[in-house]
């Protein structure tokens, strides 16, 4: 979400809407006439029912979601997260609430939780969980003592379907422990079993959706309180338990949840794992070797193969280590009080949760049955907890990345990240590390084989950059054949005199003054003296040869282009940016080794004609000239327009100081935009280099002049056909300028400062296609977005940039690079294209198979940028990667990173609304998510019931972060979204990392009251749900654009003097777009706080300050993503149910 404009404007996408918003309640005591948990809201709309997809019968009769299952009282666990090898950890924390009915004020009870201790909101700190005692420990009924004898896992076969599919769907998600990967031969299914779905989007909704028939409304439910048996008896599964120290005390299940009672501490409890399969000791384990599993060790993760059971049967969350105070231990309703029902939600959703459509006209609710809870959202995979895992297990040793086809640590994770032979994930991150060998087996999974590639990449400082190498006239050895670059996985032979190419297998003769020879293992002698040759990544100096026209390029040039319209000059947008400029031209980029920037700059001004300016060093004065025929754009001066700094540093000066006085009376609100890249275009022809635009720029360019464009922003196009027009450029003029641009080296990065609409879809193709950057400062106001746009600017200017560059992704054979993500324009199949190139920018690239792979010999991709640097020098950087492949599924699944397929699903849908109905974009991501689960479950998972949710351990955040993809505003917006604003962040995603979509789709909350001022750290971040929230607590929200901070109404006082500087919490100002300085520790600390979160991010966060039910809260609701929404997004707890059902349907 985009929050830019100023908080009194009533104006959309920062604003109340009309009606108010609908305010729910905190914590507090519970409706009157039973617990009010929301039901579903009749059939769900985006999911008609026709002819399922390939292979997979309709499910006859799909049976209620909250339908009490044949489970015993209080023995099922609502899912299992399988684990094949030991990576992350259960989660333990996160409840979201669904969106609340207005009440009256006198019904809006609070009670305080979280801040007064009586409830942890995130995972307590946990040791090393790598080492912890497997344990799987199914929850047993007294006097039935489990038998391996009478272990069953499917029902008898007589049982009739209707049955059946009840049994199957009381989300009975745990109760049987999962197993390692099955043997080879039952690792494949059918390989039509699960349609293709990637890279392309069905013309109507996806296949296989039944819609909830009118009597089969799924009912709310809370699992970890039990259900009444059906007459299918379930056996309860054997326990295995496999660690030494005390045993779990066993539980006996209540008649109606579970009676308040202390929980014991942590260290009588195994840590919460779930176990292995359910097995007789000394049972040996079946499946592959889980062999460099995500870095660990063998004999780490053969002593078993843990599953995750969440819900009752596992013991309690472990404590904190002593020393971490504050932290009390989590209640889930597994163990102690139940959590009682939400008070103040209504028994039906105020919108139904669609997940493939809008909200429509529905029929008549349904109401749930009053004896059911809702789905417990502490007993599913926890964001949180995941994170944290990796922190405490991944942070301490450095990521070495010598070992082919290792998963590194979380983008979440500070690690150091030491080069041995494969590059740092900080340049390339990966869906997969561990590639399926056919297509088959890659259409099967339907997991997208994808690397996020960051060629410039900003290192932390205690790593090294890389090294440079120079070999001379000569130029970088090659591949004859491929051209693939020298690189450590080459091979030398013939006693060192050629090597074979590990990309295309060729025989290259190694030049004379590159001979070397080999030492007993066949590697050269030198190997460890030449970064190509023992390096991940490494640059080469560029000859002539890859230079344009066979010549050394000229040093780059920035130029400012300044609007200088009467809405510009108004808002002292123009004063601020000269004053600006004054010092900023002295930080521009330069060479490492270099004393001073080479880069020249001109400056130009525009509104509907353009004034160039003449800064000669030898002038007194600067001289203007103006061009008024902006149909055919020329630049009137060649000497003096592209100036040294240092040289022409008075008359720069003197320029600036002039230009708001020149302009200072204009009357002149028309603008031009397309005539002003041309202008900078032909500057850059003229002095025969590249270089960057940096245009400012406010309305929507209605002039007479090329490239002039039609307000077109309608609101009656959202959610029909014509929709995605709204997405694509009015005129393909932008799109040849931005063609001529790239040939040029003509990046633009364009600063926007509209007060209506801009079509940013149009005027933002040139940035994009150019590896430009956009800026979007709705509402510019001097007060609030003034720091934002300064700081912004500054670093937009200083960051590292390579011009005119070229990229291209080589691979060995088996597989090859198809699609490509990103900001950045494409002339052929193969070279990406990129005026500019910084190093925030990403390219994301899809791989497919034209051949089988070798488990042996693996995957290996290169990704070489040819640019020139800031320094005016031809540049090759190289990176190398090699992955693992495999013949099992298994492993396929147990080397995946969720983060990059998040990035790789985000780029891939916020494309697919270009050509598609978001509504077909939707379904077409679900149904990817779903087979890619129901895959799993049916070729890796052991044998269980259909009602379990089960989820690979590497995977199991791919609903809650696939459900924030959904929900966001590009593909389902509220009302208060401008056409703008989607557009704006549709360009944004498609060039982020990983690291940076993980935040936006899931931001962070930190609680204030739980950080200590005289510490470094931080507190463990809390899951993003209201009903996280205390009142008597102040919380950090950030998502990478905006920083919130959220106040509760019952903070005490001496919090808010400290923090805020007056005495009372109705005396805070929220239209304060910075903290006061306070001299005091927890002044010192809050400032610490933003400025390093700041610090994170590659765009410099607007500060909001937001009060319990304000009317700014509207805004940092939205952020609270585990939540329902009021644009229909359902709660993660919903979608979770969903993605069952799905999974289910794809199976039955």
Not at 137 to 165: C, E, H, K
Request: charged share 15%; aromatic share 8%; with cysteine.
């Amino acid at each position: 979400m985009n929050v830019n404009q100023p908080p009194h404007l009533a104006t959309p996408y920062m604003q109340p809407m009309p009606g108010g918003y609908q305010q729910p309640v905190y914590g507090g005591q519970p409706m009157p006439g039973g617990p009010q948990y929301p039901g579903y809201n009749g059939p769900v709309q985006g999911y008609p029912q026709h002819a399922p997809s390939q292979g997979y019968p309709s499910s006859s009769g799909f049976p209620q979601k909250g339908s009490p299952d044949s489970f015993t009282s209080g023995t099922s666990s609502p899912i299992t997260s399988h684990y094949i090898g030991l990576v992350r950890s259960t989660p333990t924390s996160g409840a979201p609430p669904a969106a609340g009915m207005p009440l009256p004020p006198e019904q809006m009870q609070y009670n305080q939780y979280g801040g007064q201790g009586d409830m942890q909101n995130g995972p307590a700190s946990l040791t090393n969980q790598m080492q912890r005692p497997p344990v799987s420990q199914p929850y047993i009924q007294t006097g039935s003592l489990p038998q391996a004898t009478n272990f069953q896992q499917y029902p008898p076969s007589s049982t009739s379907t209707q049955q059946l599919t009840n049994q199957m769907i009381g989300m009975h998600l745990g109760g049987v422990s999962t197993s390692a990967p099955p043997p080879t031969a039952t690792s494949f299914g059918s390989h039509s079993s699960l349609p293709p779905s990637s890279g392309s989007f069905p013309a109507s909704g996806s296949g296989a959706y039944n819609p909830y028939s009118s009597n089969q409304v799924p009912a709310a439910m809370n699992l970890s309180q039990g259900m009444p048996p059906t007459s299918l008896p379930q056996v309860q599964p054997t326990t295995t338990q496999q660690f030494t120290g005390p045993p779990a005390p066993q539980r006996l299940p209540p008649p109606q949840g579970f009676s308040s009672q202390p929980v014991a501490p942590a260290s009588h409890y195994p840590p919460p794992i779930s176990g292995g399969p359910p097995r007789m000791p000394g049972q040996p384990l079946s499946g592959p070797p889980l062999s460099q599993s995500n870095n660990i060790s063998p004999t780490q993760t053969q002593t078993a193969v843990p599953g995750m059971i969440l819900g009752p049967q596992g013991p309690p969350p472990s404590m904190p280590p002593p020393g971490q105070g504050g932290f009390p231990l989590q209640q889930n309703g597994s163990f102690g009080p139940v959590r009682g029902p939400q008070p103040g939600y209504p028994a039906t959703y105020p919108h139904t949760p669609n997940y493939g459509n809008q909200p429509g006209p529905q029929g008549p609710p349904a109401p749930p049955p009053p004896a059911q809870k809702r789905l417990d959202p502490d007993s599913i995979p926890s964001p949180i907890q995941v994170i944290e895992d990796d922190r405490t297990n991944r942070s301490s040793e450095p990521f070495i990345t010598g070992l082919r086809g290792q998963v590194p640590p979380l983008v979440t994770t500070n690690f150091l990240v030491k080069d041995q032979g494969n590059t740092s994930p900080r340049y390339i991150r990966c869906t997969s590390y561990n590639f399926p060998a056919s297509s088959d087996m890659a259409k099967q999974s339907q997991v997208p084989l994808a690397a996020v590639i960051k060629p410039l990449a900003t290192l932390p400082l205690d790593e090294a950059p890389p090294c440079i190498v120079d070999h001379g006239e000569t130029g970088p050895i090659r591949c004859n054949r491929c051209k693939a670059y020298m690189c450590p996985y080459m091979q030398f032979i013939e006693g060192g005199r050629r090597f074979q190419c590990c990309f295309c297998s060729c025989v290259t003769e190694v030049p004379p003054h590159y001979f070397q020879h080999l030492d007993h293992t066949g590697k050269r002698v030198d190997c460890y003296d030449r970064p190509e040759l023992s390096m991940g990544s490494y640059e080469f100096t560029a000859t002539v040869d890859y230079c344009k026209n066979n010549k050394c390029p000229n040093p780059p040039a920035f130029i400012f282009m300044i609007d200088v319209s009467y809405n510009a000059v108004k808002s002292g947008l123009v004063a601020l940016i000269c004053e600006e400029l004054k010092q900023l031209i002295d930080y521009l980029p330069r060479e490492g080794n270099m004393d001073e920037s080479v880069i020249r700059v001109g400056f130009v001004t525009y509104n509907k004609v353009l004034h160039f300016y003449n800064v000669k060093s030898t002038l007194a004065q600067p001289q203007m000239m103006v061009v008024s025929d902006v149909a055919d754009m020329f630049v009137p001066l060649l000497d003096g327009f592209l100036v040294n700094v240092n040289e022409s540093r008075t008359v720069i000066t003197s320029l600036l100081d002039q230009i708001p006085e020149l302009f200072a009376d204009t009357r002149e609100t028309e603008t031009v935009f397309a005539p002003v890249i041309q202008a900078g275009l032909e500057a850059l022809k003229a002095a025969d280099c590249a270089g960057k635009l940096f245009v400012f720029h406010t309305t929507l360019p209605i002039a007479e002049a090329p490239g002039k464009l039609k307000n077109r922003d309608d609101k009656k196009l959202l959610n029909t056909d014509k929709e995605k027009t709204l997405f694509q450029p009015q005129t393909t003029f932008y799109n040849n300028l931005a063609k001529d641009c790239v040939a040029q080296g003509c990046c633009v990065d364009l600063f926007l400062f509209p007060n209506q609409y801009v079509d940013v879809a149009t005027l933002g193709g040139v940035p994009y296609q150019t590896g430009g950057s956009i800026y979007k400062y709705t509402f510019f106001q001097m007060e609030t977005d003034k720091e934002r746009f300064l700081n912004d600017l500054r670093r937009d200017v200083q960051k590292d940039i390579g011009f005119d560059a070229v990229m291209r992704v080589r691979t060995s054979t088996g597989i090859r690079a198809t699609d490509f993500f990103g900001a950045f324009y494409m002339s052929n199949t193969t070279d990406i294209e990129l005026a500019g190139l910084d190093c925030d920018k990403t390219v994301t690239v899809e791989f497919k198979h034209d051949d089988k792979l070798n488990e042996d010999t693996g995957a290996l991709l290169q990704c070489a940028i040819l640019y020139t640097s800031c320094g005016g020098q031809r540049r090759l950087r190289i990176h190398n990667m090699a992955l693992n492949c495999c013949t099992q599924l298994a492993d396929l699944y147990r080397n995946c990173e969720t983060d990059t397929l998040i990035n790789y699903f985000a780029k891939f849908a916020y494309r697919g609304v270009l050509n598609n109905p978001t509504k077909t974009v939707r379904d077409s991501l679900i149904n990817q998510c779903a087979q890619i689960l129901a895959c799993y479950r049916k070729n890796c998972a052991s044998p269980s019931s259909a009602g379990q949710l089960i989820l690979p351990e590497c995977m199991k955040l791919l609903p809650v972060y696939l459900n924030c993809i959904l929900k966001s505003d590009v593909l389902q917006p509220g009302s208060e979204v401008t056409i703008d604003d989607r557009a704006y962040v549709r360009q944004l995603i498609s060039s982020m990392d990983a690291a940076d979509t993980n935040v936006f789709f899931y931001p962070r909350l930190l609680p204030f009251s739980k950080v200590d001022p005289a510490s470094d750290s931080l507190p463990v971040a809390l899951r993003t749900s209201e009903e996280r929230l205390s009142k008597g607590d102040i919380y950090l929200l950030e998502n990478g654009l905006n920083l919130f901070i959220w106040v509760g109404a019952n903070v005490q006082q001496a919090l808010i003097q400290n923090l805020f500087g007056v005495s009372s919490f109705s005396l805070i100002d929220c239209s304060m777009s910075a903290l006061p300085v306070l001299d005091n520790p927890v002044s010192n600390k809050m400032h610490a706080i933003v400025t390093m979160f700041r610090a994170q991010r590659p765009r410099y966060m607007k500060l909001l300050i937001v009060k319990q039910d304000d009317k700014l809260e509207m805004f940092f609701k939205h952020l609270l993503v585990e939540d329902k929404n009021l644009n229909g997004g359902a709660s993660y707890v919903d979608f979770l149910c969903h993605m069952h059902k799905e999974i289910r349907q794809l199976l039955s």
